[in-house]
């Protein structure tokens, strides 16, 4: 055996150790959780969510979501989705694609829901195996305009193509917000969400009479980087 051999067994070896590790590690996470021992879950999860593991991320969100084991917060929640949903993680898309049907992910900021995202979003974890997320789409899908399907559908043709990378800014998204959300913006809504992208230190185009939509795709593009 030369030693370049040797070497490459070693490494072999030690991934094998270490994948194995990992797996041992998540499902004691699962059994805690079955268990009700909800704080030992999160424990075992959250350094291997830290490490990049998306099954982990996407439970670490439920937990947070659901405050099981730790503060319930929203926003920590649609983080560790969002974490896992660029890594093709069917069930952290599907999670993602809730908190925007529902206002959660957005709603603390501007009481909206953003319909589009989230078809967007079930879309895709539907390609990705999610069962539950296709009978959403379905639905989602009779609430939507004929113009809000095709950019959605657009959106998520996008997002795989770019493998999940840059899925929350388009220039093609152009045009009036209430093209973006069930319900017009209100002057309190508009306050809150200008300061909220403006806090985020990126230059706002006020071009064209888009105000609001470019404001919204640099908030969102804050809370998802």
Known sequence: MTINQGLLGLTLSSLLSSGATLAADFNKGIEAYESGDYKTAVVEWTPLAE????????????????????????????????????????????????MYHSGQYIGQWTGLTDYVRAYMWYNLASYNGSEQANENKEELSKQLTSDQLQKAQYMSSLCLEWEYRNCWTHSEEKGPISARFNSPLTEAQQTRLSAAAVSAEDPVDYDHGNMWTTLWDIFLKKLED
């Open 51 to 98: 490490q990049g593991n998306a099954k982990a991320q996407d439970k670490l969100g439920i937990m947070y979501e659901k405050g099981l084991g730790v503060l319930e917060n929203d926003r920590t929640a649609s983080s560790w989705y969002v974490k896992a949903a660029k890594q093709g993680d069917a069930n952290a898309q599907y999670n993602l694609a809730r």
